[in-house]
Each structure stands twice: as C-alpha cells, then as structure tokens.
C-alpha cells in the first residue's frame, strides 16, 4: 500500500513541533511562491490565449472562472487529507498533477483542452496551502509567528510577480512555453520539498474514513468560534482586495492615465508592501489582541479614502495600493496566526475552512466591483470598498469590545 492512503489519527495529540531552520523557512516560501503564481499567468494573457485558439476573449475568460473552481473543490474536498496522510505525498501527488496540467494548457490544441487543464491546474495548486501549515508545524511555539508570515510573503509575492513574468515571458518566446517551463519548474519544486522535508511528517496513526475527514472539518467550524470570526475577517479582506484590482486595470487604462498594458503590470509590484507587511506582522507577539486586527481594519479603510479622494492621480493611485495591500495582507496574517493555534492537529482543515471563506469573499468582491463599475465608475468602487471595511469594524466591534468570540 502506498504511504500517502496510510493516515494519522483525527483527534490525536499533535507530536511535538521539530523546529525549523531559516533556510527551509525560505526554501518553503520559495517553493510556495512558485507554486502560487502557477494560477495567475493566464489572468494577463486571455487576448493573446484566445487569439492563439481561435476563439473570442469572452470565451477564454472562462479559464479563470474554471481555475477558480477547481482551486475551491481543492480547498474543501483536498486541503483536509494533509491531516491524516503523509504531507510528503500528498505534496508529490499535487505538484505533479500540477506539471502535467501545466503541460497540458501549453500543448493544448483548443479551449475545451486548455479549460480542462485549467480546472486540473486549479485543483493541484492547493499545494500552495499544505505549506503553510507545514511551516506552522515545524515551528516551535517561538518562532511559528515568523515562519508562517515569511511563507505567507513567498505566496503573495508568487502572486504577484506572476503577472509580471507572463508578459516578459509571452512578450520574448510567447504563452505556451511560459505553461511547459512552469510545469518543468514543478518537477524541480517537488524534487526539493521531497529532500528537504523527508522525516518530516509525524509517524502515521490509524485509520479514517474520508467521509469522517470532511465530518471533523465541518465539526472544527461548528466549535470554535475563533474559526468562524477569523473566516469572515478573511472573506472581507479579500473582498476588500479584489474590489481595487478587479477594476485597477479599468481606471488606468482611462483619461487621465491611458497607460499601456505593460505599464499597468507594473502595479502590481507595489504589491511588495503586503509582502513586507506580512513579515511584520509575524512579529506582533500578541496577535490574539484586537489592536492589531484594528489597525489592519483602519488601513483598508484609509487606502479606499485616499483611493476615493485622490485616485485621479499618480500618487493617489500608488499611495492607495501600498496602504491596501499593508492593511489586507497584514489581516490576513493574523487570521492564519489565530486559526493554527485553534488545534495543532487540524491546521490543513482549518486552513481549508478559512480558505475557502477566503477565496468566496474575493469572488463577492470582484461580481460587487463589476457591478458598480458599470453602474457608479471609480466613485462606486471606491464606496464599495468602505463599505466592506465598514462591515469588518462592525465585526470587530461585536468580537472584540463586546467580547462575544476569541478573535
């Protein structure tokens, strides 16, 4: 029998954190960053994916929406098996099907081939999220702060860059080798993480069914109201994110801006500052206390000022990312600090449970964000994004002040 069907008790004491090195602290970001970027370098390049198949860019939009759902059955029927099976296989086992769905898009001969591929590539790339509890597992109690935010910066630097790179990449030797190298680098990924966390994984224990996996998942959010709060302040966030960027490119392709494609790219990389703010954010020792997810909550709030008030200029515009993404990925941090110290034993569900809010909050904010740009322009973004942070202040008011949860 393969290690990976052998699997570790539910409800068993999770063994004694191993420790973690810096390096294998930045080698798991790394990893997770590559991983990451894997479902973005098409979202740039659907014009010139449609125009290589033939088909209309309507019609090659569908690959985000079917990457998004694959990536959401991962989270909710995948994420959780990194509790009770080997992390090890269960990562060999994703990144390569990761490779081969890379492969698949760039050899595809038309859409209905790509879109498969597309949803295959969603699915696998909840690899991304098995690292990072991995890395709160390896940590002692000390340094888990630290390690979780150092692998969250890899992922949302992976994300961002991803962008970036498909176009310099497409623009030299175009899409489709973008897709093959992609999927070699995963080949190399898997090969690393294979080596590095050998001995890893705790011993396995007995064994569960599947359907009492995905049972003690949904018992884990029934019970822990620390789960449920920290979901919802996920799902804002997101929301919150997704909002500005769901539209960016819309506002700085316009008067007074009319800027190019390629130039538009480049915003993302201000999105470094998340990155930044999300090691910081390792660092804040009491990160259970409500200050911190305060001021994150204030921040977002700020940045769709500014956004509101001076979004018709240059340093408005890069003013209001820095602040946002700050606010957004320092929030974010602090929700996966407060889940995985719910129960060690659990994180990969409770990830998966706080993921999947998460990714549904950034789907409502970007139908919110096409809605009112359609109906209201940058104004009606700009409000759309207050009133969200409005929403995570009434949250915070009623967890925090009135003490009604654990935030």
Do not use: K
Not at 97 to 117: R, T
Request: glycine share 10%.
């Amino acid at each position: 029998m393969s290690r990976i069907a052998t699997v570790r008790p539910l409800n068993a004491a999770a063994p004694a954190p191993p420790g973690i090195s810096r390096a294998l602290t930045l080698l798991l970001a790394t990893a997770t960053g590559a991983i990451a970027a894997n479902v973005y370098y098409a979202q740039p390049l659907l014009d010139v994916i449609a125009r290589s198949m033939g088909t209309s860019a309507g019609a090659a939009g569908v690959i985000v929406t079917v990457t998004q759902l694959g990536f959401a059955l991962g989270l909710v029927f995948v994420l959780p098996l990194a509790d009770i099976v080997e992390r090890r296989s269960l990562l060999t086992v994703l990144l390569l099907l990761d490779a081969a769905a890379l492969a698949a898009v760039g050899f595809a001969p038309g859409l209905a081939v790509a879109l498969v591929a597309f949803a295959a590539l969603g699915l696998a790339n909840v690899a991304a999220q098995v690292l990072v509890p991995a890395a709160a597992h390896l940590a002692d109690d000390a340094r888990r702060g630290r390690a979780v935010a150092t692998v969250i910066s890899g992922l949302l630097t992976g994300m961002l860059l991803a962008r970036t790179v498909a176009g310099v990449v497409t623009e030299l030797v175009g899409w489709r080798p973008l897709f093959v190298g992609a999927a070699v680098l995963m080949i190399v990924v898997n090969g690393v993480l294979r080596r590095a966390l050998h001995g890893m994984d705790g011993l396995p224990g007995r064994r569960v069914g599947y359907a009492e996996v995905l049972g003690s998942t949904v018992r884990l959010y029934r019970a822990d109201a620390r789960v449920r709060v920290r979901s919802v302040y996920g799902a804002l966030g997101f929301a919150a994110f997704s909002v500005f960027w769901s539209t960016a490119a819309l506002q700085l392709s316009r008067s007074p801006f009319s800027y190019s494609p390629a130039v538009i790219g480049l915003f993302g990389l201000l999105g470094a500052a998340g990155a930044l703010a999300a090691n910081l954010t390792g660092r804040v020792r009491r990160h259970t206390h409500p200050l911190p997810t305060a001021v994150a909550v204030t921040l977002i709030g700020v940045a769709y000022a500014v956004l509101l008030l001076a979004g018709h200029t240059l340093g408005g515009i890069i003013a209001g990312v820095l602040i946002l993404d700050i606010g957004v990925q320092g929030l974010h941090v602090l929700n996966q600090r407060v889940i995985y110290d719910v129960d060690a034993a659990a994180r990969n569900r409770v990830n998966s449970i706080y993921m999947t809010f998460y990714f549904v909050g950034g789907a409502l904010g970007s139908a919110a964000a096409s809605l009112m740009w359609s109906q209201a322009g940058w104004g009606g973004i700009c409000v759309t994004g207050l009133a969200v942070t409005a929403l995570a202040s009434v949250l915070w008011a009623c967890t925090s002040l009135r003490g009604r949860a654990r935030a």
